[in-house]
């Protein structure tokens, strides 16, 4: 499992919000935990808040951003499909013994999860964050969800059930078989546009930070850079790229050059900065990286990484690993993922789990 600082600072605004010192909580360590670490995390905040709808509270308090450069992966899939596999691959709370699930039912999807322990005095902890956490970062991608959304939980329900649905923001019913959200899915592969998202703001604040890192954000070649940023993964051509610049292809290919650049260097040059983000600071598999980045083909993938960087994606990531010790969420959490992709990420069109 892995904590984000965003995470450290939700947790801090929820106890202020309820009167409570943060400085009283030991505040968690950022990076990789164990499982009995987060479980530990949570059950001191249960201990000091004594206030049930704490887990609702801190999952709807959630934003992609919170998520790390994982959450730019997110705002930048192509579709909802491909976000919602990011989500639910690398969720920090899948855990070895939890279960994410998302299946297709005629002209519904349903989410299904099994937490992977309980919390000491709030059994139903991690299913409330959960859940709460998924919509929030449903609404941020698409706006408000449709009236036919609804959450069955598998218990009674511990508080009011007005709570659930305050912070849930959907109809709530209780006492079902498994813990589970369903909604329509006619949208699941409509493109999710970069300038229609609620978090637009949010998305471009991630770019303009990657600008700065990159330190490429003067003369055209940042305004380029900016826009291929901005295209959510679609890296367009250079005769779109004139279009959105409002020139001409001559024109934009002759001011490149003045910069002693060129359209093609600035989208390798791109496309080589977020792959050595992606994989050095977030669990995305190679594959998911290269789909990100807009190749059909992992191979093409491999040997652009190989060109950019002298080495091949594997290798970088290696690399890494051996100097810090860690990468992302546990390596344990990376196999997991691989094990359960053809059940959770790829999200078929036509077939459905049972």
């Not at 998202?197 to 991630?206: K, S």
Request: charged share 25%.
């Amino acid at each position: 499992m892995r904590i984000e600082p965003g995470y450290v600072e939700i947790v801090s605004a929820v106890l202020r919000d309820l009167g409570h010192d943060p400085a009283l909580f030991p505040a968690p360590r950022t990076g990789s935990v164990s499982e009995d670490e987060f479980r530990e995390m949570s059950e001191n905040l249960v201990a000091l808040t004594k206030e049930p709808t704490i887990a609702l509270r801190l999952g709807s308090s959630m934003h992609l951003g919170t998520h790390g450069l994982l959450g730019h992966a997110i705002l930048s899939s192509r579709s909802l499909r491909q976000a919602a596999g990011l989500m639910i691959q690398y969720s920090p709370l899948h855990g070895a013994q939890g279960c994410i699930q998302l299946a297709f039912t005629g002209d519904k999807a349903v989410l299904t999860f099994q937490p992977p322990f309980e919390v000491k005095g709030a059994p139903n902890f991690m299913v409330e964050l959960f859940f709460a956490g998924v919509l929030a970062a449903l609404r941020q991608l698409i706006g408000p969800l449709p009236e036919e959304c609804r959450v069955d939980l598998a218990y009674p329900p511990r508080m009011p059930e007005e709570a659930y649905r305050r912070y849930l923001g959907v109809r709530v019913s209780f006492g079902h078989r498994v813990n589970r959200f369903v909604g329509p899915n006619e949208r699941i592969d409509q493109p999710l546009s970069a300038a229609e998202i609620p978090v637009a703001d949010m998305y471009r604040r991630q770019c303009e930070r990657l600008l700065r890192d990159m330190n490429a954000a003067s003369g055209l070649g940042g305004e380029v850079r900016r826009m291929i940023l901005g295209a959510r993964g679609r890296f367009p051509g250079m005769d779109e790229a004139a279009r959105r610049l409002n020139m001409s292809e001559r024109t934009l290919r002759r001011r490149l050059d003045a910069e002693r650049s060129s359209y093609r260097m600035i989208v390798d040059d791109v496309r080589s900065y977020l792959a050595r983000e992606y994989l050095r600071e977030t669990p995305l598999t190679v594959a998911d990286v290269a789909s990100l980045l807009g190749f059909d083909d992992v191979a093409n993938f491999r040997r652009a990484f190989r060109k950019w960087n002298g080495c091949s994606p594997k290798d970088f990531r290696g690399r890494i690993v051996g100097q810090n010790g860690t990468l992302g969420q546990s390596a344990d959490h990376s196999v997991r993922c691989q094990q359960t992709r053809t059940q959770s990420h790829m999200l078929p069109h036509h077939k459905t789990y049972v």
